[in-house]
């Protein structure tokens, strides 16, 4: 019996054997397949990555050049802004100045706020008596008032 045994058992040792080989090669053909995938998504990460790097110098030069228009704009505008002041003091200053002039013109007009109107229209061409008429007061007085500032009413063509 032992030879039996003996044949047996080194059958079952061959089977073994092939199974183990069977399932080693099994195991290393599934390895292989794995690391191949693993080095193609390795590969597309390292082109993502690369990429990625270009789409950023891309960003940071465009927005580098953003920054420059930025800034000019910014700058024109403030020359704009100041400017404008400038042109505003002036205005302001020629306001002054016309209404100086307008005052000095006048005299001392600001004294009655009536005589002050009674001469503006008087200057704007209307005559004395329509004046007169307007602000329901006598020729004689509304010539008088014209008078005193140096306004002529004879020859008023708005009669």
Known sequence: MMPLNSHYYVVVQFALLVVLLIATVYFSTKYVRTQKKMME????LESLA???ASLAQ???RNLAEREEI?????????????????LGE?????????MNVEKN???????????EKIVRLARRG??????AQYFQ???????????????????????
């Open 70 to 86: 930025i800034k000019g704009l910014v700058k024109l505008l403030d020359e704009r802004i100041e400017a404008a002041r400038e």
């Open 137 to 159: 007061k006598p020729l004689g007085e509304i010539e008088l008032i014209l008078g005193l500032y140096g306004i002529p009413t004879s020859d008023n063509p708005s009669d």
């Open 41 to 44: 998504y390795l590969k597309m």
């Open 50 to 52: 690369e990429t990625h």
């Open 90 to 98: 002036r205005l302001r200053e020629i306001s002054e100045s016309a």
């Open 126 to 131: 209307l005559s004395a008596r329509r004046i």
């Open 58 to 60: 891309q960003f940071e």
């Open 105 to 115: 013109a006048m005299g001392d007009i600001s004294v009655n706020p009536e005589h």
